[in-house]
Every structure is written in structure tokens, then in C-alpha cells.
């Protein structure tokens, strides 16, 4: 009796043990799997999982810090790989505007030609600041604004500011997060919504003295590195493509 006694607990505690290194097993593959999808980006993946590099990033410092500290040297070191392999990801995001390539730096200036210029902010989707953007916008005195990423709640501060230099605003605020609003200080003759990705494309034009200025104003990816650029640019002519279909 005895001996069966303790061979059910010597069998608890070897099944205590395999939970336990099965679940350290578990959360180290985890984290790095992580890290692989977020610097391999596959096409399954929406563009929106780019911001999540660096929170993620900085949740495997805490991590890592965490368990060395507890002595749990395997999923420190499990944290410390991913972190290594998160790191080609989030470089970019360190790098100088110089750094930029310089085909794309250009395009990236505000647009100014004649008597009309144009401005663009994403503003991001948790900005406790929004009444800084549009300040920034009025005071910039742009003939067109473009704004993305507005919630409804960012979209009635910003609007409420900006309706006193700008009458006309033209705005999408359907899929929480990815709203977009156009303001200009010329009426629009054209307003459409396109969707690419289930991300709205606002697509217009204004009439400015005799001549008429057409827009897109879209979501694209993150242009992080060459690849993010490209991948940008392919974005960019796809919604071309689908504003000369309407």
C-alpha cells in the first residue's frame, strides 16, 4: 500500500514536471513564432500589424528582464532569440531621414505647386493630443488636409477645429480606427469611397481657378525599410488602378 502510495506521488511529481517544462516549451516557441511573423510579414497579415513591432519589442525586454531575474534562464533566453529576430524589423524605425532612400524622401515632402499646396497626417489611432494636429494643420495653412487613422471621437474634436479655415471636408469613418477625412478650402465636384482591403480610399476632386485638382487619399503599409517602400508603392498603384475603374 505504501509502495503504491509512493509511486503515485513520484508520478504527480514527474507529471508536475512536464507541465511545467511543456508550458516554458510552449511560451518560448511562441514568443519567437512572433517575432518570425512580424519581420517576414506574410501576405495573410494586414498592414496594421506593422505598429506591432515595437510595442512587441518592448514587451520582450520587460520579458526577458523578467525571467533572468526569477533565474528562468530558458525562456530569458527564449525572449532574448525573438528579440534578435524582431531586431531586423524594428532598425528602420531608428533610422535618420537621411537614411531615406532618396526617390521616395522626395515624395514623402509636403506638395507644393502654384497656388495651392497639400498636407497629410496620420494621426494615429490613440492620439491623446489630437487638438495638436489640427492646430498644426491650421497653422500650416494648406489648401487640402488629409487626415487617416481618425476614430470617431478624434474625427469630432479635429472637425469641430478645423471647419472655422476649412467649409469643405469630405470623410469616411467606417472601419473603426481607419477613418479618413479630407478638408479643403475649395468645394469638391467629386466625392467617391473606394475600398481596398476593406480600407476606404477617398477619392475627389476640387476646382481650384481654372484648374482641377484630383486626390486619393489612402491607407497604405509602413514603409520601414527598401522592401516596405516597394511594397508601399505597389499599394499606391493599385488604388491608381482602382480609381481609373470608377
Known amino acids: 500500500m ?23 516549451a510552449i511560451v518560448a516557441l511562441l514568443v519567437i513564432l512572433v517575432s518570425i511573423v512580424l519581420v517576414i510579414e506574410p501576405g495573410w497579415i494586414v498592414a496594421a500589424v506593422d505598429s506591432l513591432r515595437i510595442p512587441y519589442a518592448i514587451f520582450l525586454v520587460a520579458f526577458v528582464m523578467f525571467f533572468f531575474l526569477r533565474n528562468n534562464y530558458a525562456l530569458a533566453t527564449a525572449g532574448g532569440i ?21 526617390a521616395r524622401k522626395a515624395e514623402m515632402q509636403e506638395v507644393v ?3 495651392f499646396s497639400i498636407l497629410h497626417f496620420n494621426v494615429k489611432e490613440n492620439n491623446k493630443k489630437i487638438n495638436t494636429v489640427a492646430e498644426a494643420a491650421l497653422e500650416s495653412d494648406a489648401t487640402i ?8 471621437t478624434s474625427f469630432a474634436i479635429v472637425d469641430e477645429m478645423m471647419r472655422k479655415n476649412y467649409p469643405y471636408v469630405f470623410s469616411d469613418l ?17 466625392q467617391e469611397v473606394l475600398k481596398q482591403n476593406d480600407f476606404p480610399i477617398l477619392s475627389g476632386a476640387v476646382k481650384i481657378g481654372n484648374d482641377t485638382l484630383h486626390f486619393l487619399a489612402a491607407t497604405t503599409s509602413t514603409p520601414t525599410n527598401e522592401k ?11 488604388s491608381t488602378r482602382l480609381n481609373s475603374s470608377h
Do not use: C
Request: positive net charge; charged residues 25%; aromatic residues 16%.
Open 82 to 102: 525573438a528579440l534578435l529576430i524582431l531586431a531586423p524589423g524594428i532598425w528602420p524605425y531608428f533610422k535618420t531621414a537621411n537614411e531615406t532612400p532618396a
Open 113 to 115: 505647386a502654384g497656388d
Open 145 to 152: 488636409v488629409s487626415m487617416q487613422e481618425l476614430k470617431e
Open 174 to 190: 467606417t472601419v473603426p480606427g481607419f477613418g479618413m477625412a479630407v478638408y479643403s478650402k475649395y468645394p469638391f465636384i467629386q
Open 2 to 24: 505504501r509502495l503504491m502510495e509512493q509511486i503515485k506521488d513520484a508520478f504527480h511529481i514527474f507529471w508536475r514536471w512536464v507541465e511545467m517544462y511543456t508550458f516554458r
Open 228 to 238: 516596405g517602400f516597394d511594397k508601399q508603392s505597389k499599394q499606391d498603384r493599385k
